[in-house]
């Protein structure tokens, strides 16, 4: 009786790292399929076409770019010589613009306004999937042209709005790349050959009665 139980206990001590190993298993598959669903809802399809792979680079490079010039916008954090040179560029943006001023907008309130747009239109691009992609890309492209326009009204010289400029074509670009429909020719498929050979037997009995009506009918002699 004892060695009948020795085995039992001994079977169960073997059969303990076999259960553990499956319980690890089931917990690592549980987790490759949450990273593979985290990946489809950041990314969208893995099995994605070029020009859903662009739009997505395009869209995380933009998005962490204009991230970044909107923080130095609201904070001398990152950089105290960058905010410092943006506080000076804001006022001089504000004095040629006197209209500004009638409006009751200072320095202070334009670079915040902007600095903000441009954090949260690139935390919806760089995280956000989907159409709001598409509205935060035309935002950013406004304020990009804002910026180009307050250059030339201060009269800058080209490498002081170079980089605006640059991504001001690639947020073009990307919105144009984003809007294009897609083409589905692809997506056309050859019919099937059951579907053929049905066609062809259905084009056979349509093309019956064709013969039949063309075969010579013979005369019935009555004895």
Not at 64 to 84: C, E, N, Q
Not at 148 to 172: C, E, M, N, S, W
């Amino acid at each position: 009786m004892s060695t009948s139980l020795k085995e039992q206990a001994a079977c169960c001590l073997r059969s303990v790292p076999l259960a553990l190993s499956a319980l690890n298993a089931c917990a690592l598959d549980q987790r490759v399929r949450k990273a593979e669903r985290l990946v489809r809802t950041c990314l969208g399809d893995p099995m994605a076409s070029p020009r859903t792979v662009t739009v997505v680079a395009l869209s995380v490079a933009l998005g962490l770019f204009f991230v970044f010039m909107g923080t130095i916008k609201l904070t001398p954090r990152l950089s105290k010589d960058a905010y410092s040179e943006m506080k000076r560029a804001y006022k001089s943006y504000v004095r040629a613009l006197p209209l500004l001023k009638k409006m009751g907008i200072n320095s202070i309130l334009l670079r915040k306004s902007i600095g903000a747009l441009e954090v949260a239109c690139g935390i919806v691009m760089t995280l956000v999937p989907g159409r709001p992609k598409d509205v935060a890309n035309f935002f950013l492209l406004l304020l990009v042209l804002a910026v180009l326009f307050f250059h030339q009204l201060v009269g800058d010289p080209l490498k002081r709005y170079a980089h605006a400029l640059v991504f001001g074509i690639l947020l073009t670009c990307r919105l144009l790349i984003a809007r294009k429909p897609e083409d589905r020719s692809s997506e056309k498929k050859s019919s099937p050959p059951g579907n053929a050979g049905s066609d062809g037997n259905a084009g056979n009995t349509e093309e019956q009665p064709s013969l039949y009506e063309k075969a010579p009918q013979g005369k019935m002699k009555l004895s």
